[in-house]
C-alpha cells in the first residue's frame, strides 16, 4: 500500500467479512490473518487497533457458533499463534 491510510481504510474494509461466515476460512488461508498480525506493532496505533477489531469480529462467538465450518476458524488461528 502506498499510504498508511490506505492500509487503515483496506483493514476497515475487511472488516466486513465477519458478516460472511463461510469466507472466513479463506481469508485465512489466504495469509489475511498474517496480514493481520503483522501489523499489529504498526507505528500508526489506528491501524494497529483497527487490526485488532477485526481479529476480534473473526472470533465473535456468534460468528463461531453459526455452523462448523464457521468455529473451525478457531483452529486455524490457533495454529497460527502456535508456529
Known amino acids: 500500500m502506498d499510504s498508511e491510510a490506505e492500509v487503515h481504510l483496506a483493514i476497515k474494509q475487511l472488516q466486513s467479512i465477519s458478516a460472511y ?20 506493532d504498526h507505528p500508526n496505533p489506528d491501524i494497529s487497533i483497527e487490526s485488532v477489531i477485526l481479529l476480534t469480529e473473526l472470533t465473535d462467538e456468534d460468528l463461531l457458533n453459526q455452523n462448523q465450518q464457521a468455529r473451525s476458524t478457531i483452529t486455524i488461528l490457533v495454529s497460527i499463534f502456535i508456529k
Not at 25 to 40: C, K, M, R
Open 21 to 40: 461466515p463461510l469466507h472466513v476460512p479463506d481469508f485465512i488461508q489466504s495469509g489475511g490473518i498474517d496480514a493481520l498480525i503483522e501489523v499489529l
